[in-house]
């Protein structure tokens, strides 16, 4: 059981490049979703999707796009990276968040520097 | 808007004491909280997950308790190692937003053989 698997663990872009992070989970999770934790600033929701098909926006989405064809997959794009978008990023997961009571499992995170 | 603080932002005990970590929080209508341990550069490790109807929950030398009138949960580590050195985050979620968690900024945790 592999739990959430994040790749890549490093990146570096420069500005105005695009890339995609990925995730993946194997628990079969409906929800999903994308934090960055910046210092000072703590973990902040990106995007995040309650299941195939179905995503939304969190506190800070402006510069990324999410899509979620498979309920294993939840890819994150940067569309043009940008010195701001410098930070960790996590990916993370539970079990349908309606019933509210399940833990999240979070991946290990992707450290993005932009150039 | 549900806030959620932890104290101290940084601790530092010898070897072997008992300590305390503290977390509070705005809103009391909360699903459950969860804290985590992430050690630097690595990703979060969950330790201990309590629902809002639980007062406390246990795992080893870690015991966590909730007190959800208050706004408040405490994580007590028993018989400190220096293995048990990291942040500590407690994040919460709300019944009002219950698509994401609310973190608290962390405690830093250092403990000297």
């Known amino acids: 059981n592999a739990g959430v698997t994040q790749t890549p663990k490093f990146q570096v872009l420069k500005t105005g490049q695009s890339m995609t992070l990925q995730c993946a989970q194997d628990?079969?999770?409906?929800?999903m979703s994308w934090y960055r934790q910046d210092p000072g600033m703590g973990l902040r929701l990106i995007h995040y999707?309650?299941?195939?098909?179905?995503?939304d926006q969190g506190e800070v989405p402006n510069g990324y796009n999410v899509s979620r064809s498979t309920t294993e997959d939840f890819p994150l794009r940067l569309l043009s990276a940008a010195p701001s978008q410098t930070s960790v990023y996590f990916c993370?997961?539970?079990?349908?968040f309606g019933a509210g009571n399940y833990g999240y499992t979070f991946g290990s995170g992707t450290r993005l520097t932009v150039v | 808007k549900q806030e959620v603080t932890q104290i101290p932002a940084a601790l530092s005990v010898p070897e072997g004491e008992n300590l305390v970590l503290n977390c509070s929080f705005t809103?009391?209508?909360?699903?459950?909280l969860q804290w985590f341990r992430q050690d630097p550069g690595k990703g979060l490790t969950s330790l201990l997950l309590?629902?809002?109807?639980?007062r406390e929950q246990t795992s080893g030398r870690l015991n966590a308790s909730l007190d959800k009138s208050s706004g408040r949960s405490t994580l007590y580590i028993a018989a400190s190692q220096p293995g048990d050195s990291a942040t500590y985050l407690c994040?919460?979620?709300?019944?009002?937003?219950?698509?994401?968690?609310?973190f608290g900024q962390g405690t830093r945790l250092t403990i000297n053989p």
């Open positions: 628990m079969n999770h409906e929800y």
């Open positions: 993370a997961s539970s079990l349908f």
């Open positions: 809103d009391s209508a909360i699903y459950n």
């Open positions: 999707s309650v299941g195939a098909g179905i995503t």
């Open positions: 309590i629902q809002s109807s639980q």
């Open positions: 994040a919460v979620r709300s019944i009002q937003g219950a698509q994401k968690l609310v």
